[in-house]
């Protein structure tokens, strides 16, 4: 039997090199511990990264990838090339 995944609207953003992220649900989990950020901030000389504490243990969002707030308020990174083939922009 085949399925398809029923369509829900997420919010993501593409972590940039200096980590200048705007998203509140962001830094709210900052705050509470749930992402640990990397080398932040305009003066760093390295690509921004940070360490994202899931239901499926600590994953990292390096510069470039994508990181996703699901339906439920779960937060995860995902590599460019898979987020571009699940998701598509959609009217707000």
Known sequence: ????KK???IEAFRL???GLVSEDWFWDA????????HDF???CNA???CEINTLEGTMTAKAGDY??????GEIYP???DIFEQTYEACEE
């Open 7 to 9: 369509p829900v609207v």
């Open 30 to 37: 900052v705050s509470s511990n749930k992402i640990i950020t």
């Open 1 to 4: 039997m085949k399925y398809r």
């Open 78 to 80: 995902c590599k460019p």
């Open 67 to 72: 990181i996703i707030r699901g339906i439920k």
């Open 41 to 43: 901030g305009k003066f």
């Open 47 to 49: 690509p921004a990264w």
């Open 16 to 18: 940039n090199e200096r």
